[in-house]
T-cell receptor, first 110, second 115 residues
Framework: GNSVTQMEGPVTLSEEAFLTINCTYT??????LFWYVQYPGEGLQLLLK?????DKGSNKGFEATYRKETTSFHLEKGSVQVSDSAVYFC?????????FGKGTKLSVKP | GAGVSQSPSNKVTEKGKDVELRCDPI?????LYWYRQSLGQGLEFLIY????????KSGLPSDRFSAERTGGSVSTLTIQRTQQEDSAVYLC?????????????FGPGTRLTVL
């Protein structure tokens, strides 16, 4: 069946460090891929998405590219800020519901 | 505009009691989803409503769980004879279009604690 696997956390970085959170998916066909973010005390919100191979989603300095050949959608940011501290969820979907990874908690220290 | 709302925000109940959790989706959204988020786990899909079609109940963990969506809008998730393992945050999401390719908008969740 379909599945999404993302790197386990927690991840702790210093401010201005480079961030990568790996995500790979297994699916029939080519799903749309998403990164959702959950800030402390808040609900999940969409960070970025890509709907087909080679698409790049970007928002708030974060980027992820839909790589069909490696079935990956890794999240990257060149310079993280304390305000980026949150839990990040990779998700994929085609028909029906979204399949979510287990989440990666990111803590950014000043 | 108003986002997805859920009530109550917190619910503490005793083992064996029934609970009802409510979700008000964004007006006009045809699809509505329920997920469960347990401590340290990702989001577990429970049930999915799409317009007037029969719901996809494939994620419900047991027959103690049920949900309905009245008039294509408000949804209620009912857990009968609650167990301690039911303790989790229950999230509702809605989407303007059906299917997993579309962005889902999440509510703040209901934190359920079963004593």
């Amino acid at each position: 069946g379909n599945s999404v696997t993302q790197m386990e956390g927690p991840v702790t970085l210093s401010e201005e460090a480079f961030l990568t959170i790996n995500c790979t998916y297994t699916a029939t066909g080519y799903p749309s891929l998403f990164w959702y973010v959950q800030y402390p005390g808040e609900g999940l919100q969409l960070l970025l998405k890509a709907t087909k191979a080679d698409d790049k989603g970007s928002n708030k300095g974060f980027e992820a590219t839909y790589r069909k050949e490696t079935t990956s959608f890794h999240l990257e940011k060149g310079s993280v800020q304390v305000s980026d501290s949150a839990v990040y969820f990779c998700a994929g979907g085609s028909q029906g519901n979204l399949i979510f990874g287990k989440g990666t908690k990111l803590s950014v220290k000043p | 505009g108003a986002g997805v709302s859920q009530s109550p925000s917190n619910k503490v109940t005793e083992k064996g009691k029934d609970v009802e959790l409510r979700c008000d989706p964004i007006s006009g959204h045809t699809a509505l989803y329920w997920y469960r988020q347990s401590l340290g786990q990702g989001l577990e899909f429970l049930i999915y409503f799409q317009g007037n079609s029969a719901p996809d109940k494939s994620g419900l963990p047991s027959d103690r769980f049920s949900a309905e969506r009245t008039g294509g809008s408000v949804s209620t998730l009912t857990i009968q004879r609650t167990q301690q393992e039911d303790s989790a945050v229950y999230l509702c999401a809605s989407s303007p279009l059906a299917g997993g390719r579309n962005e889902q908008f999440f509510g703040p969740g209901t934190r359920l604690t079963v004593l």
